[in-house]
């Protein structure tokens, strides 16, 4: 699956860029039609929720699926983010019976 990240005003390293690709293929597994995915990270000024913003894209075909989670590191919310597509993906197949 081809994943794109973008990162928003700064520069992810390649660890993080690793681990966000690793789950991502892991997720792959889930859901054969995926045609890609789209990872937003965005650093936030509220310090409550935790400042670190994921939003994921799966393009499905259909329609996108989508997950924005907030945390207080980047690989808690994109595990946050993983977990909301797995149950999207499960609702998605059950719908349309893929």
Do not use: C, W, Y
């Amino acid at each position: 699956m081809n994943v794109q990240i973008q990162s928003v005003k700064f520069d992810a390293d390649k660890k993080l860029i690793d681990f966000i690709n690793a789950k991502f293929a892991k997720l792959g597994r889930f859901v054969e039609d995926a045609v890609g995915a789209e990872v937003i990270l965005k650093v936030d000024k509220d310090h409550e929720k935790g400042n670190k913003v994921v939003t994921a894209i799966l393009n499905v075909p259909g329609n996108d699926l989508v997950a924005e989670q907030r945390a207080t590191t980047f690989e808690e919310a994109v595990d946050e983010s993983v977990e909301a597509l797995k149950k999207q993906i499960e609702r998605h197949k059950e719908r349309f019976g893929k």
